[in-house]
Every structure is written in C-alpha cells, then in structure tokens.
C-alpha cells in the first residue's frame, strides 16, 4: 500500500489510487463539491488516471467482470455517481445556509474569491453553469452552492447536475482508459510511465480558463470587496 511522504502527493492522482483504491477515489470525487474544500483535490487528471488503472481498480474492489469495457465503465458510473451527490450536497448547503459564507473570513481552506468567481459564472452561463463547470477546476467546487444560493429550481438543477456529472466522468475515465490502450497498442507507450507530465498537461488546459477569468476578467480580487451581497 502507498504510504504519505510529502505534500506533493495530495497532488499526485496516482497515490490517491494506490493508496485506497476506488473508495477513496469516490470519496474525493464527492469531496469535491459535497464538502466545498476540495478545490485543490485533483479532480480532473484523477479522472483521467483512473480510466488508466480502470482494470486494476475493479478487479480489486468487485473482481473482474471480464469485459474491458464493462469494467472501465462501472467504474465511470460509479464515479459520476459520486459527483453527482457531491453536487447535491453542494446545492442543498447552498440553498440552507449560503448567504452566510459571503461573510466568512478566509481560511487556508476557503476562499471568498472563489465564491465570486463561481457566482460570476453562474450569473453568465445559467443553467449550462452546472454542465459547463463540471470542466473548470475551483469553478465546479462553489457554482453548485450558488445555484442553492440564487434558489434555482430544484428539478433543473437535479437535470443539469446529472448530465453535467455524467459526461465529466465517462468522458474523461474514457479518455484516459482508451488512450492508454491506443498508445501502448500502436506505439508502445505505457502512459503510466508518464503520469507527470499527463497531470501537468491537464492541469495546465484545465485550469487555462481560470487563470484567464483571474487575470483579465473583470472581477478582482480588490473588487471583491464591493460585490453585490446576496
């Protein structure tokens, strides 16, 4: 079993992996968004990586069920599930006691700034927020608990959040289970020789979008302080 060593491994998709398995990949899927701390989980190249050690990761937990396909994809419903009550969880927080985390002093586990940002997206995009944050690091962890601020209709929130979390975790356990057996087929390139710079490629392309929103959007961090109050 993969022990702790340093800071970087809660960093490391692949130790989250070795270390627990497909409970503890469910566990911080949910975390994610259920428990708004998990900004900093690596969600997206967790996802990824998992489709590469989708195999592993079944027949380990349940035993194999002999088709490659059907194995990568329970594990993928499995996990689309969990973000699925993350979001559920994220939303009924948000719709309880919301307004009081705008007035909430930062922590080294929250941050306000994060909650404007998601609430800007929020206020653009609609009801696609839901589907389209899914893909945004940081963004995905507070839109969930503005949609329960801002009230949004329960049953539309409950449609988008189910299609959001399902295209996120089929897509991108899919992509990394079949890439990986595309390469190493065609090329013999084992990706999991190459977990370093798949985690760099992926944070780089999916937190590209926020950076842009931090640092030519029109909220600021020094704006912050006169935004509109829910």
Do not use: C
């Not at 970087?8 to 409970?23: Q, T």
């Not at 975390?31 to 079944?58: M, N, Q, R």
């Not at 994060?114 to 945004?136: C, N, P, V, W």
Request: aromatic share 16%; glycine share 10%; charged share 20%.
């Amino acid at each position: 079993m993969e022990h702790f060593e340093s800071w970087k491994d809660l960093l490391n998709p692949e130790f989250y992996i070795k270390l627990g398995g497909f409970w503890l990949v469910l566990f911080i899927i949910f975390a994610e968004t259920g428990l708004f701390v998990g900004f900093f989980l690596p969600g997206d190249s967790l996802l990824f990586i998992s489709g590469i050690y989708a195999k592993t990761i079944i027949e380990e937990t349940f035993g194999s069920f002999g088709n490659d396909f059907l194995d990568t994809s329970i594990l993928a419903f499995f996990i689309a599930l969990a973000a699925i009550i993350g979001n559920e969880v994220g939303y009924y927080f948000g719709y309880k006691t919301g307004p009081a985390l705008y007035k909430r002093e930062d922590s080294l586990l929250f941050k306000k700034k994060y909650l404007y940002q998601a609430h800007d997206f929020f206020e653009k995009h609609g009801s696609m927020a839901i589907i389209l944050a899914r893909f945004l690091p940081i963004v995905r962890t507070f839109t969930p608990i503005v949609a329960g601020i801002v009230k949004m209709d329960k049953k539309k929130f409950f449609r988008d959040n189910i299609i959001g979390g399902v295209l996120w975790a089929f897509l991108l356990v899919y992509a990394g289970h079949y890439l990986q057996r595309l390469l190493e087929d065609q090329f013999g390139l084992d990706l999991k020789k190459h977990l370093e710079i798949i985690v760099i490629g992926l944070v780089l392309v999916t937190t590209l979008p926020v950076i842009i929103k931090l640092v030519f959007g029109k909220t600021s961090d020094r704006g912050s302080d006169t935004h509109p109050q829910p």
